[in-house]
T-cell receptor, first 112, second 114 residues
Framework: GNSVTQMEGPVTLSEEAFLTINCTYT??????LFWYVQYPGEGLQLLLK?????DKGSNKGFEATYRKETTSFHLEKGSVQVSDSAVYFC???????????FGSGTQLTVLP | EAQVTQNPRYLITVTGKKLTVTCSQN?????MSWYRQDPGLGLRQIYY???????DKGDVPEGYKVSRKEKRNFPLILESPSPNQTSLYFC?????????????FGPGTRLTVT
């Protein structure tokens, strides 16, 4: 079936550090891939997405590239801020797009 | 403002007492879904609905019911709640036929069953 494996946290970084959160997915079908972010006490918000191989999603300084050859969709940011502290979820949809499968989430804390 | 709303936001109840969590969206989305979030497990889909009167099971449907009588509403029903249903619940919606199929999430309902 469909699954998403995400780098376990928590991750603690200093402000302006480089961030990578690894995400791999099962290679069934031709999924769209997503990164969602959950700020404390809130619901999930879409951070970025990619709908086909080699697409790069980007938003708010975050980037992720859809790599079909390695079945990966790693999240990166060159310089994190305290306000980036949140839980990050990688997700893929099913072939029919009826279901969204999430990774377990990675808690990021950025210290000033 | 485009949004998904859920009520209540917090609920503490006892085993066996039926409850309903409401979900409503104002974006005219065809697709709606319920998830539960548990530590270390991410979000798991409970039920989803492709349109009015069309519902289907997700990955963890046991102990839950849903209905979709109107396009904007998708209530989650726990007929006889048990402590293992203590969780954080999210409703989501999206348009169909949209590239990337972005889902919009409600703020969450934290349920405690004692």
């Amino acid at each position: 079936g469909n699954s998403v494996t995400q780098m376990e946290g928590p991750v603690t970084l200093s402000e302006e550090a480089f961030l990578t959160i690894n995400c791999t997915y099962t290679a069934t079908g031709y999924p769209s891939l997503f990164w969602y972010v959950q700020y404390p006490g809130e619901g999930l918000q879409l951070l970025l997405k990619a709908t086909k191989a080699d697409d790069k999603g980007s938003n708010k300084g975050f980037e992720a590239t859809y790599r079909k050859e390695t079945t990966s969709f790693h999240l990166e940011k060159g310089s994190v801020q305290v306000s980036d502290s949140a839980v990050y979820f990688c997700a893929r949809n099913s072939g029919s797009a009826r279901q969204l499968t999430f990774g377990s989430g990675t808690q990021l804390t950025v210290l000033p | 403002e485009a949004q998904v709303t859920q009520n209540p936001r917090y609920l503490i109840t006892v085993t066996g007492k039926k409850l309903t969590v409401t979900c409503s969206q104002n974006m005219n989305h065809e697709y709606m879904s319920w998830y539960r979030q548990d530590p270390g497990l991410g979000l798991r889909q409970i039920y989803y609905s492709m349109n009015v009167e069309v519902t289907d099971k997700g990955d963890v449907p046991e102990g839950y019911k849903v209905s979709r009588k109107e396009k904007r509403n998708f209530p989650l029903i726990l007929e006889s709640p048990s402590p293992n249903q203590t969780s954080l619940y999210f409703c989501a919606s999206r348009a169909t036929g949209t590239s990337g199929y972005e889902q919009y999430f409600g703020p969450g309902t934290r349920l405690t069953v004692t």
